[in-house]
């Protein structure tokens, strides 16, 4: 598989981390960990489609994809080819006139919010691009013609500061305490704005850095102390919901170091 990052045109450097073409040959399934971004996607070329169990259920060919709070398959045809957007933590909220914490764990095509005209010309446009280079600035262009007002909030920024500096480790309570409000307030603000709760947020936080830590040491002592997890077995579960595999399955996967 090709993953080909770009960096966003200035005008988009605030709400939209990178850009990506993703390319597949051949026909295989892979596993996606849950990150603290939604992600935006547009098929040129190929389907792709997501597993659970024995249901297969195809994407829209042009869809986004709200934060998840658990691993997920997907499973690409051969020659397969996507343009993909994956928003800052803040960014997709000033793309959206709805709700983006209604996407939390859904995969939603574009056409439930934009006239199917408008992703049919742009989706010709991207089958017919000849370079890789074309195709990232239709869609640098399609995002400048959704962006809206931009939708900020001091607060939320300071929130997802917080629990990163705490490495996903803070209380709900301490956090809203230290930005000076109660719980429930700072909730609705930081799912309106970020697609979840602070809670689930921090939950992603803390676990991509124990994977981090367990993927350089593979102690699951380390782990656990230095991530605030109650004992292993509390970290083994939650590593597997993330993952989908236990850690000891996890580092046999790993490349050789």
Not at 174 to 195: M, Y
Request: with cysteine; glycine share 8%.
């Amino acid at each position: 598989m090709r993953y080909q990052v770009y960096t966003p045109c200035d005008r988009l450097k605030p709400y939209v981390r990178h850009l990506a073409i993703s390319e597949a040959s051949d026909e295989q399934a892979y596993t996606v960990l849950p990150d603290t971004s939604l992600v935006m996607g547009f098929q040129y070329q190929g389907k792709i489609a997501t597993v659970n169990g024995p249901t297969t259920l195809p994407l829209a060919t042009a869809g986004i994809t709200g934060i998840q709070d658990g691993f997920r398959i997907f499973k690409n045809e051969p020659a397969t080819g996507s343009v993909l957007v994956v928003f800052t933590e803040t960014g997709a909220a000033s793309f959206f006139n709805e709700p983006i914490h209604e996407l939390f764990g859904e995969s939603v095509g574009l056409d439930n919010f934009l006239n199917w005209a408008i992703l049919n010309t742009l989706e010709d446009q991207l089958a017919g691009a000849k370079t890789d280079q074309v195709r990232i600035e239709l869609v640098e262009q399609f995002l400048l013609s959704r962006l809206q007002k931009p939708k900020s909030d001091a607060l939320v920024v300071a929130a997802i500061q917080h629990i990163y500096q705490s490495k996903g480790t803070i209380r709900m309570a301490a956090l809203a305490d230290t930005l000076c409000i109660s719980q429930s307030p700072l909730e609705k603000r930081f799912r309106q704005l970020v697609g979840t709760s602070p809670k689930k947020f921090s939950a992603i936080v803390r676990m991509k850095q124990a994977i981090g830590l367990f993927s350089k040491t593979g102690s699951l002592t380390e782990v656990s102390i230095e991530s605030g997890y109650f004992d292993q077995a509390h970290f083994i579960n939650g590593f597997k919901t993330f993952t989908g595999v236990t850690p000891t399955e996890f580092l046999k996967n790993l490349p050789a170091r």
